[in-house]
C-alpha cells in the first residue's frame, strides 16, 4: 500500500505535465516533485507510458506537403505516402502542393494538387467565389501577435480563419493517412495507435508552434486530453538525425569533385562522422531557411546543439515575390494587382508556370527560359491597358526580358539569376555570420537540405563562401530529408539531448530595495518595506544550454488565502542578460495559469511550486501545493488572446 503522501507523489509523476513531455512517454520519468532548482534526471528508463503502433510525420510546409509513416515493430522501414494525382511538369516529388480549396460557403472542398486543378478548371465568374489559398504557412511567421483568432486572405482577397485553414489541412493529412494504413494493414486503423509528429521551423517562436498545436486540437488529430500524442518536431532537427545516418551512396557530396576527404565512397557519413564531431544543417524551405549547429555524442549518437536556432525568412518565396516585382515593372503593380484579383487562377497558372522554370536555373546556363504567359493574362492586359503585352516589354526598360512570338515571357539566365540574388545573399550572409561565431568553429559537415537545396544557384553560392573549409552535403532525396527525420524522432524524441534556448525567459518579481544598486523610481514601500518592482527573474538565458527534462524551479504564494488562480506573466527577450521587465527588448511573450482551486489548506503560507521545462521543442510547466503535495493544474499560453 502507498501512503497517501506517496500516492500524491506518484500522480505528481504521472500528471503533472499541463502538457506532457514526449520524452515522458518514452519512458522519463520527467521529475521528482521537490526536486532542486535546475536538475537533471536520468532519462534511459525502462520505457514506459502510451505504446503507439505507427509513428506518422507531417511535413507542412509553405510551398510542398507531405507524409511518411513507420510502424514501431520495424522502426527502420520508412514509408513515404502513396504518389499523388497530378503532378507538375518538371517538378517530380512525393510531396504535393500546400494549397486548400474552400467552396463559396467556406466547407473543405480539397487539398494539394486536387485543389490546384479543380481550382483552374472553374469558370473565372465561378472562381471568384471559391475560396483558394496558397503559400499561407508563413503568415504564422510574419504575425507579431499571433492569435487564434488570426486572419489569412484567399486568393479572391476574402479573409478566413488562419485556425481553419491549418485545422483543415491537418484533417486532410489524418484521413489520407489512416486510409493508407487501413489498406495497407488490411484492417480499420484505429486513431489511437498513432503518434503524430509535425514539422515546423525551428526559428519560430513559441506563439507559432502553439497555434500549431491548437490546429491539431480542432482538426481532431489529436485531443486536448491526449497532448502527448502530437509531438512538434523542429525541422532541421529533423533533418540532422536523418542526415547523420547517410549512407555516402545516399548522398551528393558537392567536394568529391575535387576532393574526397578522408571518406572513402562506402563509409556513410554517420561512420565517418566521430565522437564530438560538429555538423551545421541548413534547412532551406519555401518560406524560411533554418540554421541549426550539432554535436553528435557517441556511442549512442545523441545530438547536443551548439548554438541556438537561427535563420530567417528567406525561402525560395522570396524568388517568387522577385518575379512578381519583375512583372509590377514591365506591365505596372495596378494591373498586377488587379489581375491577381480579377483572374486569380490564371495568376497561379503563371506562377506554376515560373516555378518550373525556376528549376531550371543554372550558375553555367547561357540559353534563355521561356515563361509561358497565360492566354488571359495578355487578353485582360489588353482590355486593360489598351495596348497589347509585347509593347508594354519593348516600352519598359527591363533589358533581359523579351517577348518571344510564341507568346511567351523570354528571360536571360542573367534575369533569372538576378531574381534568385536577394534571396540566396541572404542566406549567404546568415551563413557567414554564424561560421564567425565562436561555438561553430571546427564544423566538419555542412548538409543542404529542403527543397531549395535543390538550386544549383544556391549550392554553388554555399561552395565559394565555405571555400573548402567543411564538406557540404546534399541527400539524394533532399525533398523529403525532413519528413524521415520527423518519423525517427517520433520513433525517438529523447535523441536530442541537449538544446539552446532561443531567447531569455522570465517573470517579473519584487525583491528587497537596495539603496545604490537599485534605481529609486522602482522603490515600493509596502506596510513600511522597501521593495523594488520590476524585477526580471530569469528562467533561463537566450543560447543557454539546456538538458532534455531539466527543470527551471521557482515557488509562488496566492496574495490571498482565498485566491483560486495565480495568472503570472511570462516576458522574453533576445538578450542573454534582463534586468528589468520594463527595459527595451524586454516583452511580455505569455502568461502562466496556476489553477489552486480545491487545494485550500490550512498552511498559514500556501507554497505553490512551479516546474517548468525548457529543454524540449515546447515549453511545459507543471505545479504542486507544497504542504498538500497535490498536483496543481498549471499551463503555460504563449498565443495572445
Known sequence: MMTEREAAKEETLTDAMANPSPAKSMGDPGITPLSPSHTQNDTDQVPSGPSFVVVVAIDFGTTSSGYAYAFTKEPECIHTMRRWEGGDPGVSNQKTPTTILLTPDRKFHSFGYAARDFYHDLDPSESKQWLYLEKFKMKLHTTANLSIDTDLHAAN????????????????????????????????????????????????????????????????????????????????????????????HQMVDLGTLTTQNGCSPTDNVGSGMTQGDRYVVVDCGGGTVDLTVHQIRLPEGHLKELYKASGGPYGSLGIDYAFEKLLCKIFGQDFIDQFKIKRPAAWVDLMIAFESRKRAAAPDRTNPLNINLPFSFIDYYKKFRGHSVEHALRKSNVDFVKWSSQGMLRMSPEAMNSLFKPTIDHIIQHLTELFEKPEVSDIKFLFLVGGFAESPLLQQAVQDMLQGRSRIIIPHDVGLTILKGAVLFGLDPTIIKVRRSPLTYGVGVLNRFVEGKHPPEKLLVKDGTRWCTDVFDTFIAADQSVALGEMVKRSYTPAKPSQQVIVIHVYCSEKEKAGFISEPGVRKCGTLRLDVSGTESTAPRREIQTLMQFGDTEIRAMAVDVSTGRTVKASIDFLSH
Not at 489524418?174 to 498513432?194: C, R, W
Not at 525551428?202 to 486536448?224: D, H, N, T
Open 157 to 248: 482577397g476574402k479573409r478566413v480563419k488562419a485556425l481553419d485553414i491549418f485545422a483543415y489541412a491537418l484533417a486532410f493529412f489524418k484521413e489520407q493517412a489512416l486510409k493508407e494504413l487501413s489498406d495497407q494493414t488490411g484492417i480499420e486503423f484505429d486513431n489511437n495507435d498513432v503518434r503524430w509528429v509535425i514539422t515546423v521551423p525551428a526559428i519560430w517562436k513559441m506563439p507559432a508552434k502553439q497555434f500549431m498545436r491548437e490546429a491539431a486540437y480542432k482538426s481532431g488529430l489529436v485531443s486536448r486530453e491526449n497532448p502527448e500524442q502530437l509531438i512538434i518536431a523542429l525541422e532541421p532537427e529533423a533533418a540532422s538525425i536523418y542526415c547523420r545516418k547517410l549512407r555516402l
